[in-house]
C-alpha cells in the first residue's frame, strides 16, 4: 500500500543523488576536464580517498555494488515498507531513474518536481566567479542531466538552471531550458554579482517562463553562504547536523534560510517585475514558510511608508500581499505550524512537500503536517488547495495535461 492513499497529492520537492561524475558526465568536451568529481561524504553512505583517478574508480566500484544492492530481491521486498524510511542514496530511485517510478507509485504521489541535491551551490559560485563560459556550460550540463533523469515517467518534472550572470546569456540559457522540456526554471534566490535580479535586462527570462507556462523556482542552497562562518566560532563543540556528519546546516544556518528569497522577491515585486509579468509564478522551495506572514507584513509597511516618494510604487496596481498571493507560492517544513500560515498569509500560499529522498523531509511529513492542520480546523477544501491546486496552479503547463487532467 503507498504511503499516501487519501488524496491526490502533488510533492513540490524531491531530488535526484547525483553519483559523483553525473555533471561531467553532462558537460560539453570544453568544460568536462574542469569539473571535479563530487566529495560525497560519510552523510551521504559513501567516502572518497586518495588521488582523482583512484576517486573515480573507487567510487565507480561503489556505485555498481550499491545499483546491484538496490535490484537484489532483498532490497526490493522492503522498499513499499521502507519508501520514506530510506534515506539518500539508500533510497528507492535516489540515483536509478528507472526505480524512480516505483518510489513515486509506492509514495502516492501524483507527480514530483525534481532538484539536484549537490550542486546549487557550486552552479551558484561558478556564476559569481565571472568565468561565464564556466558558468552556463556546468548549467546546460546540469539541465541535461536532469531531463535525463525526468524523461524515464512524466511524473517527474525538471527543474532547469538559468544563470542570471549575463543578459543575453541568460535569455539564451532560458529558452534553451524550456525546448529541453523544463517543467521550472531554476534560479538562485541571491543576488547576482554585478546587477539585481530585478534588472528589466533581465525580462527576457521572465516573458520566457511566462509565454511558456512555467514557474520560476528558488530552492535551498544556491545562495553560498548562508551566514558569516563567524557565527560559528563561538566557543562551543560543533553539533552534528541532520546527517550526523558535517555537510548541511544546523539551527544556527537554519535561521538564515529566508533572507535571500525574502529579499530577491521583496526586490522583484517593488522592481515592478510582477507587475509587467502578472501571469509569472515563483516557487520558493525547502525555504520554509513560517516567515512569509511577518515578511508580507513588513512589505506592506514599507509601500505605507515610502510609496509617496518612490514613483516605482506608485506604478504598482496591486499591494504587496496582493502580489504574494497572485503569483507566489512556499514549501513549509514538516517541523513548520502550515495551519498557523495558512490563517495568517492565506491559503494559497502553501505547498507540500516531502524533500524526497533526504533526510530533513522527514519519515511522515503527512503526519505532521495534518496535526498542524487539525489544530488549526483547516477546512477540507483548503487543506485540497496545500496538497493539490496550489501545486497545478504553480505549475501550469509544466505539468503534463494528463496529470493536470487527474487532479
Not at 573507487?58 to 544492492?69: C, E, H, M, Q
Amino acid at each position: 500500500m503507498p504511503y499516501i492513499t487519501d488524496r491526490v497529492v502533488h510533492d513540490a520537492d524531491a531530488h535526484i543523488m547525483e553519483t559523483p561524475t553525473w555533471l561531467r558526465d553532462h558537460a560539453d568536451p570544453a568544460i568536462r576536464d574542469r569539473i571535479e568529481p563530487l566529495p560525497l561524504t560519510s552523510g551521504n553512505e559513501l567516502r572518497q580517498t586518495g588521488d582523482v583517478e583512484e576517486q573515480l574508480a573507487d567510487l565507480t566500484a561503489a556505485f555498481d555494488r550499491l545499483a546491484a544492492k538496490h535490484a537484489s530481491e532483498e532490497y526490493r521486498a522492503e522498499e513499499a515498507h521502507e519508501i520514506m524510511l530510506r534515506k539518500n542514496f539508500a533510497a528507492t530511485g535516489s540515483f536509478i531513474a528507472e526505480d524512480r517510478v516505483r518510489a513515486l507509485d509506492l509514495i502516492g504521489v501524483q507527480s514530483q518536481l525534481v532538484f539536484n541535491t549537490f550542486h546549487n551551490s557550486r552552479l551558484f559560485a561558478w556564476e559569481h566567479s565571472g568565468d561565464l563560459e564556466m558558468a552556463y556550460g556546468t548549467a546546460r550540463a546540469h539541465n541535461r542531466g536532469m531531463a535525463e533523469f525526468c524523461s524515464v515517467d512524466e511524473r517527474l518534472l525538471s527543474t532547469m538552471y538559468v544563470p542570471l550572470a549575463d543578459f543575453d546569456r541568460a535569455a539564451a540559457m532560458a529558452d534553451e531550458a524550456v525546448h529541453l522540456g523544463a517543467a521550472a526554471l531554476l534560479i538562485p534566490s541571491g543576488c547576482p554579482a554585478t546587477h539585481s535580479p530585478s534588472h528589466r535586462s533581465l525580462d527576457p527570462v521572465w516573458a520566457r517562463a511566462q509565454e511558456a507556462g512555467i514557474p520560476i523556482v528558488f530552492h535551498v542552497g544556491g545562495t553560498g553562504e548562508l551566514i558569516d562562518s563567524m557565527y560559528f566560532q563561538n566557543g562551543l563543540p560543533i553539533p552534528p547536523d541532520f546527517h550526523g556528519g558535517d555537510e548541511n546546516f544546523r539551527c544556527v544556518d537554519y535561521m538564515g534560510i529566508p533572507g535571500p528569497p525574502a529579499q530577491t522577491l521583496a526586490t522583484m515585486l517593488f522592481d515592478g517585475v510582477f507587475e509587467r509579468f502578472p501571469d509569472l509564478r515563483v516557487g520558493v522551495i525547502e525555504q520554509g514558510a513560517i516567515w512569509v506572514p511577518g515578511w508580507m507584513r513588513q512589505m506592506e509597511s514599507a509601500f505605507d511608508a515610502f510609496h509617496r516618494h518612490e514613483e516605482r510604487l506608485q506604478q504598482l496596481s496591486l499591494r504587496p500581499s496582493e502580489y504574494v498571493s497572485r503569483q507566489m507560492r512556499f514549501t513549509p517544513y514538516p517541523t513548520e505550524d502550515v495551519g498557523w500560515i495558512i490563517e495568517q498569509a492565506g491559503p494559497e500560499t502553501v505547498l507540500f512537500s516531502t524533500d524526497f529522498p533526504h533526510v530533513e523531509g522527514g519519515r511522515r511529513p503527512v503526519e505532521r503536517f495534518e496535526a498542524s492542520l487539525d489544530a488549526a480546523g483547516v477546512s477540507d477544501d483548503h487543506r485540497d488547495r496545500f496538497y493539490r491546486r496550489n501545486f497545478v496552479e504553480l505549475m501550469g503547463h509544466g505539468l503534463p495535461s494528463t496529470l493536470a487532467a487527474a487532479s
